[in-house]
Nanobody
Framework: QVQLVESGGGLVQAGASLRLSCAASARFFTTYAMGWFRQAPGKEREFVAAIRWGGSSTYNADSVKGRFTISRDNAKNTVYLQMNSLKPEDTAVYYC??????????????????WGQGTQVTVSS
């Protein structure tokens, strides 16, 4: 069982930065690929970024490329999402999730076995 706890959300103005953290309580954290998703009111949950267990392979949604960076610290069982140049359309609840290391399609929600409770990010114009 993997428990995930997100933190770092908040209310910021457009152009600002935030760093989200996701702490995992799992002895085998390094065996999981990790992802960030977001869900805005009235919309489906969408992929934001993902990272393989070793950290060398990362994936980003087109909407956040060049602005968001995913990273992980396996010694701390933590994955991060650095968000720069935030826009009002980035407003959403952000979730981290864990997928088995062999998962192929890390952009798909159904590949993830464990989810955090979410953290709200609000970007004002």
């Amino acid at each position: 069982q993997v428990q995930l706890v997100e933190s770092g959300g908040g209310l910021v103005q457009a152009g600002a930065s935030l760093r989200l953290s996701c702490a995992a309580s799992a002895r085998f954290f390094t065996t999981y690929a990790m992802g960030w998703f977001r869900q805005a009111p009235g919309k489906e949950r969408e992929f934001v970024a993902a990272i393989r267990w070793g950290g060398s392979s990362t994936y980003n949604a087109d909407s956040v490329k060049g602005r968001f960076t995913i990273s992980r610290d396996n010694a701390k069982n933590t994955v991060y999402l650095q968000m720069n140049s935030l826009k009002p359309e980035d407003t959403a609840v952000y979730y981290c999730a864990a997928a088995p290391s062999g998962s192929v399609y890390l952009t798909r929600t159904d590949n993830y076995d464990y989810w955090g409770q979410g953290t709200q990010v609000t970007v004002s114009s």
